[in-house]
């Protein structure tokens, strides 16, 4: 199983050296726990396998996954850049270090104001739409902005259609026939466009639409850098490798895959007759996934029609199961040695019957009052957290070199609604 658990010698759950069930005690549940040193070791086997085989690598985080600061200040200090795709993400990361040059901004519908700020906090701004250009030119001084464009190569993938990025159905990027245009365009309005960057998905474990996506979208870049001149400072494939979430699902070979894809790049780079641009990737799920696990409690048993393990999360804890169906392996922290004996389906608190994390897990004989782990729990999980039913977001916990801190405290009643006003005459 390629699933990353570890077990101590209490039969416990342990992550970064610690013990769930000890980390459950002392802070609460539910509580999101992030192991720093997966984090470290995710980050340089995905820069060594890739940088191997075309050393001119950059790694731009794709932070919409996991925006902790101590999440992002360790990459900061790994050396990763990061990709941005929205001014907010852009502000945080410039605030914890990243220069302006270490971040790709990546909008789609941006409204001019943000054109303004991301161009105006200096950083690489990669453009959606020939609408974001036009407006772009209006706003700045062309000569005092990095651009590259994203394009759709019309292959796309993901775990589910909701995270699929290319094709014709996606509102992503430039079409692959007007990009000559675009680039042309772009220099006449006093651009000087250095970059081109393609995105195909989320949650892919299937190499071949990787291999079809680099080959489309070297085609477009090939068709580019020859007939608007374009000579490209970087090419970016954007992010969008998965991670075993089922204990079927195997880690895709990373070494083989950079070795495979480079191979492909390398050859287009020559069949077009273009100069090594720097490569970038954008990798999100790889980096973070699974650095994390959501720790919760079993508050109550019921027996009905079905029978429900009820957890003290909800989907405002931790969207993917009710948005995308998604698998999340679930553990008993305290009950690591047991057996599953039954399928039951575990429910959270939120007052929706889509609020269910699974059906017919097989899982030990569980009681209230055990500690339910769910794994993978890194990337868009807190970051997709909400305060639906008036439900505080949860702590956060760093373990680092075996100790436990917090990271992010639980937010309270009045966090809820301090941005809220009574109107006069209501008062
Ligand atoms: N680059 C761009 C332009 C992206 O849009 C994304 C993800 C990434 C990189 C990183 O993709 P990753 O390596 O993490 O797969 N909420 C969904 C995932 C949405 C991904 C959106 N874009 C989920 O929970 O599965």
Do not use: W
Not at 204 to 224: H, N, Q, Y
Not at 351 to 358: Q, R, V
């Amino acid at each position: 199983m390629d699933l990353n658990i570890k077990t101590n010698e209490k039969n416990h759950l342990e992550i970064g050296g610690v013990d769930a069930v000890e980390i459950a005690k002392e802070f609460g549940t539910p509580t999101y726990v992030i192991d720093e040193d997966r984090i470290r070791d995710n980050y340089k086997r995905f820069y060594s396998a890739f940088s191997k085989y075309y050393p001119d690598f950059k790694v731009f985080y794709a932070c919409k996954a996991n925006t902790n600061i101590a999440v992002l200040k360790i990459l900061e200090e790994e050396g990763s850049c990061i990709d941005a795709v929205s001014p907010g993400e852009v502000y945080i990361s410039k605030k914890l270090g990243f220069t302006g040059n270490r971040i790709l901004f990546t909008g789609n519908n941006i409204k001019d104001s943000e054109l303004k700020e991301v161009s105006d906090a200096g950083v690489i701004l990669n453009i959606d739409s020939v609408s974001a250009l036009k407006r772009l030119a209006k706003l700045i001084n062309p000569e005092n902005v990095k651009i590259s464009f994203r394009v759709n190569p019309m292959v796309g993938a993901g775990h589910h259609d909701h995270c699929i990025t290319g094709g014709v159905m996606s509102k992503f990027g430039i079409m692959d026939s007007e990009a000559v245009e675009v680039y042309k365009l772009a220099k006449e309005l006093g651009f000087n466009p250095v970059g081109m960057h393609s995105h195909i998905g989320s949650g892919i474990l299937d190499p071949e639409p990787f291999k079809l996506a680099i080959e489309s979208t070297m085609d477009i870049a090939g068709k580019v850098h020859k007939e608007a001149g374009i000579e490209f400072e970087f090419l970016d494939f954007g992010g969008g490798i998965g991670i075993p979430y089922t204990p079927d699902e195997k880690l895709l070979d990373l070494d083989k895959f950079a070795e495979e894809n480079m191979k492909l790049f390398k050859a287009k780079l020559k069949e077009y007759d273009m100069a090594e641009p720097t490569l970038y990737l954008e990798p999100g799920r790889y980096l973070v996934g699974d650095a994390a696990v959501l720790l919760t409690e079993v508050n109550s048993i019921k027996q009905s029609y079905r029978k429900f393990i009820g957890i003290d999360a909800g989907f405002n804890t931790l969207l993917r199961p009710a948005m995308y169906d998604s698998y999340h392996h679930m553990v008993i922290a305290n009950k690591m040695d047991e057996e599953d004996v039954e399928e039951v389906d575990v429910a959270g608190n939120v007052c929706e019957s889509g609020d269910l994390f699974a059906r017919d897990r097989p899982l030990p004989k569980v009681e209230e009052g055990d500690i339910l782990a769910i794994l993978n729990a890194g990337a868009y999980s807190f970051t997709m957290a909400s305060n639906y039913n008036t439900r505080p977001l949860p702590k956060e916990v760093l373990i680092s070199n075996k100790k436990a801190i917090v990271v992010r405290k639980e937010q309270s009643y009045d966090d809820i609604f301090q941005k809220q006003t009574m109107p006069e005459h209501l008062k």
